[in-house]
C-alpha cells in the first residue's frame, strides 16, 4: 500500500500536514521531538557509564594459591 505513494503524494500529506497543524506547531513539535530524542541519547550515555562503573568494581574473588613450600 505505501509502495506506490511516490514523491507527489508525499507532498500532497506534508501540505495537508502543514495546513491542518499551522507552521508553529509543527515546529514546536519538531522541537520536542529533538529534546526526546537528546534525553534518550543522554540516558544511553549514563546507562553505559554506569556499568563500566560496574565493570571496574567487579573483581576476582577466587582466593589466591599460597605458596606450596610452605607447607
Excluded: H, Y
Excluded at 1 to 13: A, D, F, V
Excluded at 34 to 53: L, P, Q, R, Y
Amino acid at each position: 500500500m505505501l509502495n506506490n505513494i511516490g514523491l507527489p503524494g508525499l507532498l500532497l500529506i506534508a501540505v495537508v500536514v502543514l495546513v491542518l497543524f499551522g507552521r508553529g506547531k509543527i515546529s514546536s513539535l519538531m522541537g520536542e521531538v529533538g529534546k526526546g530524542i537528546t534525553a534518550f541519547k543522554k540516558g544511553v550515555d549514563d546507562t553505559n557509564k554506569e556499568i563500566e562503573e560496574q565493570a571496574d568494581v567487579a573483581r576476582d574473588v577466587t582466593p589466591e594459591e599460597e605458596d606450596k613450600d610452605k607447607a
